[in-house]
């Protein structure tokens, strides 16, 4: 079993910036996937973007060139850093887990944390 805690959401104007952390804890070795994906209210979960295990890391378009996901292993936590943030950046922030490669479809994913909140004001 895998237990994930996301920690470091809240709320900022608009072009602010935000750092996410996902601590994980449980299973011994790293999941093979690991990755960040929101919910706006009303609307369906979806990827913001992920980190398999040999390093490829794969963003949402609409993220591209603004956020930034890291892993430190020792510490056992992702990271997602979070720039120039727009009000449709606006939605609950899910950490989560998965053997194998980095589907972006989230019903794919076995382990999820409870999610923090991000607001981005205009």
């Known amino acids: 079993q895998v237990q994930l805690e996301e920690s470091g959401g809240g709320s900022v104007q608009a072009g602010g910036s935000l750092s996410l952390s996902c601590a994980r804890s449980?299973?011994?070795?790293?999941?093979?996937?690991m990755g960040w994906f929101r919910q706006a209210s009303g609307k369906e979960r979806e990827v913001v973007a992920t980190?398999?295990?040999?390093?490829?890391?794969r963003y949402a378009d609409s993220v591209k060139g603004r956020f930034t996901i890291s892993k430190d292993s020792a510490k056992n936590t992702l990271y997602l850093q979070m720039l120039n943030l727009k009000p449709d950046d606006t939605g609950m922030y899910y950490c989560a887990a998965r053997g194998g490669w980095c589907d972006p479809d989230p019903a794919e994913y076995t382990y999820w944390g409870q999610g923090t909140q991000v607001t981005v004001s205009s």
């Open positions: 980190a398999d295990s040999i390093g490829k890391l």
């Open positions: 449980g299973r011994a070795s790293s999941p093979d996937c």
